[in-house]
């Protein structure tokens, strides 16, 4: 089975920076893309950003050029720097792996989500 934990969030003012991780373990055969996704209260869950397996990413209009996603293949990790945070990024954020588990001889793919990881920002 594939776990992720997450960690890093917490409470900043506005302006400040945070760094979030996601470390995957178990029985990994590979880890194809490694996302972050965030909730606001009352809102829907909306992607923060995406990194493939290559190195490519895809980061949202509304935090592009503040937040870089970034991964360490060798240690199964995403990383999250967010900077220059504001209070409208205040939300629930949510790890996401997409990855194929190794079972003996099979293989089989999933998703898995984190735990979720708090941030608050203050103005």
């Known amino acids: 089975q594939v776990q992720l934990v997450e960690s890093g969030g917490g409470l900043v003012q506005a302006g400040g920076s945070l760094r979030l991780s996601c470390a995957a373990s178990g029985s990994i055969f590979r880890i194809n893309t490694m996302g972050w996704y965030r909730q606001a209260p009352g809102k829907q869950r909306e992607l923060v950003a995406i990194i493939a397996s290559g190195g490519s990413t895809n980061t949202a209009d509304s935090v592009k050029g503040r937040f870089t996603i970034s991964r360490d293949n060798a240690k199964n990790t995403v990383f999250l720097q967010m900077n220059s945070l504001a209070p409208e990024d205040t939300a629930v954020y949510y790890c996401?792996?997409?990855?194929?588990?190794?079972?003996?001889?099979?293989?089989?793919?999933?998703?898995?989500w984190g735990q979720g990881t708090l941030v608050t920002v203050s103005s």
């Open positions: 996401n792996v997409a990855a194929v588990a190794e079972e003996g001889l099979r293989y089989r793919s999933l998703e898995v």
